[in-house]
């Protein structure tokens, strides 16, 4: 495409294949929450509360799970399982507006929702040196005369 002239339809391809990238390391990251989660899963059901050391796998759950229905099917079931069973105690921890607010990209953090899924799975375009720097590597991989 750079050969062709056709730097603007390059950067969108690189946009494009750095949201792949950033989707495939959200699906790893949610994978090892949700791993974490079922090996827990015993001590969960006999729990009151959300114990702290699953606290920030439960938030990022809940997070990520509309971001990824498209890929993972299961994540709102997930989601609505946890909620279900640990959303009255959320609330009471975080407030009335928990459930609004952890699914938004600038405040998800404050509940311990892993900051690099909120960065995967955000809207914002990738930012421009990262294009730049991939479209230069491609470019020096095959020089354009």
Known sequence: ???????VNAAIRVEEALRQEALLHAHAT????????????????????VPLDVLPAVCTVVFAAERVRGELDEMPA????????????????????????????????RYGVEERVVGFLSAAPPPGEEKLRRLAAIAAAAPVP
């Open 30 to 49: 949610l994978e090892t929450h949700l791993l974490l989660l079922q090996t827990r899963a015993p001590a969960l059901r006999r729990a009151k509360d």
């Open 78 to 109: 997930i989601r609505d399982a946890l909620l279900a069973r640990f959303g009255r105690p959320l609330r009471a921890r975080y407030g009335k507006d928990f459930l609004k607010e952890v699914t938004e990209d600038y405040l998800a953090p």
């Open 1 to 7: 495409m750079l050969r062709l002239g056709q730097g």
